[in-house]
């Protein structure tokens, strides 16, 4: 994962974790992530940390750097974490950026990498992102034969100029070709990212990206509503009043939408804004984070977490690569959760998931609020009396302000 980097404190510069991170170390899931940098441009709505080529001075900005001090961290990360006790990864997330850059030669030495480090236990879920404009039949063929077994491509929408409002590079039907490539090449696994909420993108433009994604015969769909965050391009065009804010209540209406089309169509929602056409076609890496598990973040600006201790990488290449060449943690920061922190973030995550929350998890405050949530139509009767917090339909449209309400 990489994110916006919290507040913490300042990690030591070996690595080392407290001891408390190593309690249930192997017992809990354990992933590795892994985070490319690289984008060709830059598009209007991302906050992410990417850089594109003219934002680079080479050394760990040059794909060359930025994989031998990926290597480095991915040692550092094994060591760390017990050396041959260490656990190994059952997922592996290649994200970014654009992983798709790299070719297929340079995803295969990713996941070589995380081998060589960490090593991968039976029957591993490996995923990387794509961008539809930089793969190929070959790329999915070569990291197939790596290993890889899922691809996740991000198509946002098969709307011409919904694409140009965001930025995109891809043509319309890009997308649905990539994911056909995909599945020849021999995936099983195939995932197309959405947007919805673009200003100037209609319900007739929305249906017709849901039945180009019918089209393409994927077994997962990820659909993420507009953000319009501070900094970016697209924040600047809505403050000069040259787009709209995207509407809640259209936003409302187009999740309701995807969600009825994609369930007409034999797919099943598992997490509020994720629908797998089968239960393996779920993201097991991203189940992983929902449900509190342990994963190793390598690259400039990913977070990791194990045992309840969160870290961070230093943002820029060049001084993620220049720490790691030292022979230093890359960690810019880290915190160690409390209970309390651990007890609210497992409420903000796992209600989002359609097995929800264990009602034991709520104190007295929230349990009062679950009821409430109840009688308001937000979550399940029949799960709560047996004794968890489901969302009901109406539920996951209003989700972070159930969450709200049973933190307290």
């Known amino acids: 994962m990489s994110a916006h980097p919290p507040t913490g404190e300042t990690p030591p510069r070996d690595g080392t974790l407290p001891s408390e991170a190593f309690e249930g170390l192997g017992e809990r899931p354990f992933g590795v992530y892994v985070h490319v940098p690289f984008c060709a441009t830059r598009c209007g709505y991302c906050d992410f940390n990417t850089y594109t080529a003219d934002e680079l001075d080479g050394g760990g900005g040059s794909t060359g750097g930025w994989l031998r001090a990926l290597r480095r961290e991915l040692l550092l990360g094994a060591r760390v974490l017990g050396g041959q006790a260490a656990p190994r990864a059952g997922t592996v997330f290649v994200g970014g950026g654009t992983p798709s850059l790299l070719g297929g ?32 039949p070959e790329l999915f063929e070569r990291i197939r034969q790596a290993g890889y077994t899922r691809v996740s491509l991000g198509m946002q ?74 900094g970016t391009a697209l924040a600047r065009r809505v403050r000069k009043g040259e787009l709209p804010e995207p509407d809640e209540d259209v936003l409302a209406e187009d999740y309701e939408l995807i969600d009825g089309t994609l369930s007409e169509a034999g797919f099943r929602w598992y997490e509020v804004s994720n629908w797998a056409a089968r239960p393996e076609g779920r993201c097991a890496h991203n189940l992983g984070y929902w449900r509190g598990g342990d994963w190793w973040g390598a690259g400039p600006g990913a977070h990791s977490h194990v045992g309840g201790v969160r870290w961070w990488n230093l943002k820029y290449p060049a001084r993620y690569a220049a720490a790691l060449d030292e022979g230093i943690s890359p960690a810019a920061g880290r915190e160690v959760l409390t209970c309390e922190d651990r007890r609210v973030e497992r409420i903000m995550l796992e209600l989002r998931l359609d097995s929800g929350l264990p009602v034991d998890v709520l104190d007295g405050t929230g349990l009062s609020e679950a009821r409430r949530a109840v009688e308001d139509g937000l979550l399940r009767r029949d799960a709560l009396r047996a004794g968890r917090c489901v969302l009901t339909d109406r539920g996951r449209l209003l989700a972070d302000g159930v969450v709200r309400r049973l933190i307290g």
Do not use: K
């Open 105 to 136: 030669e340079g995803l295969a030495e990713v996941l070589e990498a995380v081998r060589d480090s960490f090593g991968l236990a039976p029957g591993a879920e490996v995923t990387t992102e794509a961008n539809p404009e930089s793969t190929s």
């Open 157 to 230: 929408s098969a709307a011409e100029h919904v694409l140009r409002v965001l930025d995109r590079r891809h043509t319309p039907g890009r997308a649905v070709a990539a994911a056909g490539e995909a599945r020849a090449a021999g995936f099983e696994h195939v995932s197309l990212d959405l947007i919805y909420g673009t200003p100037g993108e209609s319900t007739g433009d929305l249906r017709t990206t849901l039945d180009a994604v019918l089209e393409a015969g994927v077994d997962h769909v990820s659909a993420y509503s507009l953000i319009v965050e501070e």
